[in-house]
């Protein structure tokens, strides 16, 4: 038997180099801990002639991937270059290749989990994704393992960065989404094209490898209904703070009767709501199971460190498998079929704010639209607004469902006494 | 292939029964993600014949523990009974005839976990022990795998319910000790002898587990410095909260230089820090490492189903390991020599509260004291106290090791100029 396990690395970035980094100053546990000696055999990169912080034996670099996914004497596989076609091209050469995987990739699992895991599974090979979601908490193994006794009934939380980062600045500082977008750029939380963030994609894909694993269902990107931040106004957060509640990017997955709704969504928590103090680039996620009520997981959401943290210790496990000659076998499909909600079985309470002329009868008119659809007010706020002549109202509604609240909203767009419909959020954690 | 694992469970009280319940309910899921069905085969308890609230075939209960422990059909036994010397002598027995073994006992663990675990390897059984610390909180499963790639610095957390829940209630409704103690043992909150909990002690047996897994160290409850929440007074409570602290029991154990402190005392945490709004019979614990930062974990830290979902997650890995033909194979003994701290190495800030004559020099005497010792004042209250004709003053220090102010305590003690020292705490989180 041999005692050493050899890795090929995909890619050399950021969780790349955090990768070799904890390999190398922690060699030693990780023998204790495996038996083995863990040695990175060869690193996949697009130039090798480029200047790195990072001092490596150039032999250890290539710029072909059969260095990596075909060579015989590389065992695992981590791959951390992201994108998603070539990932995905690579991963299966890889396992087709009879080597195991480890993966940080989020957008590569929430479009093609099934396909990866199941050519995993008929290779007899690992495929593990902690890294995936939430960096450096330890979820997607609470899921499989911890929590695995019990039916998951709700997933929510902040799975996301980037946007709980500028979410924090702007409800700490008063100040407007633009300028916080800049400074986060700036210092590296915000990438130069923000729109995977900002607009909601990275926390939906998130939340599909959440909700997959939790409800053992096959679920797709389309299945979540998504919103982002980028319309968010100082005003906004100032009202929602006014009524006691803090505005954060929430993602959630819940499961009734079989039927499951997922979504990401600017949303207002009660400002004492664990979440709420969840700030910048911290994650958080609740996980709510019949027998075991709610629990609750709390870490840094990326980074360098804390992410390669998740990838090495998927890396022992997989090394561990290897000593004990049980790859493969741990991969766990979707045994569930996949059942969604309607919107008019999706129920949670809303917050709007909206311009209203200020003539006779304007707000009988607008509470009539409510009551046509069920919907009873809990908190209003009105209070004119000088420059137009007009009317500011901020509710808070009691529960309704989705399809029943879209309906208010569009009808209240064609009113003739509506000059404008501010913003609507939902409201959760109560 | 036998497709049937078969359960002895030893005690049938209330995990117990929420076990069977649990295992009852959930066959189908079970069937799925173990490719066995799972039976209890026969359930150890003092009585027959009493009557109990969940009805159970009889010939399933025994009061032989050889029916169990040494019975040839049984492939897992699961000891939910509690106690010591009898818990180690049926589940050493129960590993000497090859069976595998899930335990909810910390009182066990936290004695006898290098013997159990030893035994265990030795006939390559399992021994899995999730459920001993923070219920429902996969937290020994985040230690042994999800960070297992990080070097663990510390660990801090509430990990007594019934203490919380007292500090909880006295802090909302300014409530005595002895009264929310009353009432908590009229709830169930609190047993009648309620000294393990109040004292201490339980948190502690919590610490030692955690300390050993993370640290990968041996300990003993002596290990620790333990002191509990029975003088604590409301007025402590209050003062606390002036000054923007909020009192918990806090069990912290902590590496410096491959030196550890483990300790267990009521604390006050700043009252934004997340720990401090962890509230009633809710845990939550901070790991934190070298590469990860912080992560925190929360939830419910007993009750029937929380834990017995941990204990059913315990069998569900014993039966996947069963299946891979790999029991054993995951025990991990401490590797690492054990170095404790002295008091001179353990820093904090501390709170005071004491009574002073009120006379001309006396608080110059006072201040002096804790100059000769370097400790430096961050905060002070200073308030006539009309009873006595006396002073009375809290203080916040700056940091200073647990040496130096236990000296000074004691020191305060003998000063004439002295009425009392009321109460001193730790100050963490900050």
Same mark, same amino acid.
């Given at each position: ?11 050399f ?7 070799y ?6 060699q ?17 990169v ?9 001092q490596?034996d150039?032999e250890?670099?290539?710029?072909s991937v ?7 004497e590389? *065992?695992?596989?981590?791959?951390? +270059? $992201?994108?998603v076609?070539?990932?995905r091209? @690579? %991963? /299966? ?12 990739n989020k ?7 099934g ?11 690992d ?5 995936s ?6 979820i ?9 006794? *019990?039916?998951?009934?709700?997933? +929510? $939380?902040i799975v996301?960065g980037?946007?709980? @980062? %500028? /979410?924090?600045r702007?409800?700490?500082e008063g ?30 894909r ?10 053992s ?8 209904q998504?919103q982002g ?24 997955a819940q499961k009734d009767?079989?039927?499951?709704e997922i ?18 680039e911290f994650?958080?996620?609740?996980i709510?199971g ?15 460190l ?25 991969v766990?499909?979707p ?8 919107d ?10 909206l311009?209203l ?9 607008v509470?009539a ?5 069920h ?29 029943a ?6 009808e209240?767009?064609?009113?003739d006494?509506v ?12």
């Amino acid at each position: 038997m041999k005692n050493q396990v050899n890795v090929g690395l995909l890619g050399f970035g950021t969780v790349g180099c955090g990768v070799y980094r904890i390999l190398e100053k922690n060699q030693e546990e990780l023998i204790q801990r495996t038996g083995y000696g863990i040695k990175i055999q060869k690193i996949l990169v697009r130039d090798r002639d480029k200047k790195r912080d990072l001092q490596v034996d150039t032999e250890l670099l290539t710029e072909s991937v059969e260095d990596v996914t075909t060579n015989p004497e590389i *065992d695992v596989v981590i791959e951390v +270059m $992201g994108g998603v076609e070539e990932a995905r091209e @690579y %991963i /299966l050469s890889a396992l087709n290749h009879h080597k195991h995987v480890v993966t940080a990739n989020k957008d590569l699992l929430a479009l093609y989990s099934g396909e990866l895991l199941t050519t995993a599974a008929n290779h007899d090979c690992d495929l593990y994704y902690e890294a995936s979601v939430a960096g450096g908490i330890p979820i997607i193994r609470s899921l499989v393992g911890g929590l695995a006794s *019990d039916r998951i009934t709700k997933m +929510m $939380g902040i799975v996301n960065g980037t946007t709980n @980062y %500028i /979410l924090t600045r702007m409800t700490k500082e008063g100040a407007d989404y633009q300028e916080v977008l800049k400074d986060a750029q700036a210092l590296g939380f915000a990438e130069a094209d923000p729109s995977g963030d900002v607009e909601g994609l990275d926390a939906a894909r998130k939340m599909v490898i959440l909700s997959t694993l939790g409800f053992s269902m096959k679920f797709n990107l389309k299945d979540v209904q998504v919103q982002g931040i980028s319309n968010i106004s100082s005003e906004d957060i100032d009202y929602a703070g006014r009524l006691g509640y803090t505005i954060k990017l929430i993602g959630i997955a819940q499961k009734d009767e079989g039927r499951v709704e997922i979504s990401v969504q600017p949303s207002l928590l009660p400002s004492d709501h664990p979440l709420s103090s969840v700030n910048n680039e911290f994650n958080a996620i609740y996980i709510y199971g019949e027998s075991i009520g709610e629990t609750m997981f709390y870490g840094p959401g990326a980074g360098q460190l804390p992410t390669a943290t998740a990838v090495v210790s998927d890396l022992i496990s997989v090394v561990q498998n290897m000593r004990m000659g049980v790859n493969g076998q741990s991969v766990v499909l979707p045994h569930n079929k996949t059942e969604l909600k309607n919107d008019e079985d999706v129920y949670s309470k809303y917050f709007l704010r909206l311009y209203l002329k200020d003539e006779a009868g304007a707000f009988s008119k607008v509470s009539a639209l409510f009551g046509n659809y069920h919907i009873s007010i809990e908190k209003l706020i009105q209070q004119p607004l000088k420059e137009k002549g007009a009317a500011e109202i901020v509710m808070v509604t009691h529960q309704t469902n989705r399809a029943a609240f879209n309906q208010v909203l569009s009808e209240l767009k064609g009113f003739d006494i509506v000059y404008d419909v501010i913003s609507s959020y939902r409201i959760e954690g109560e």
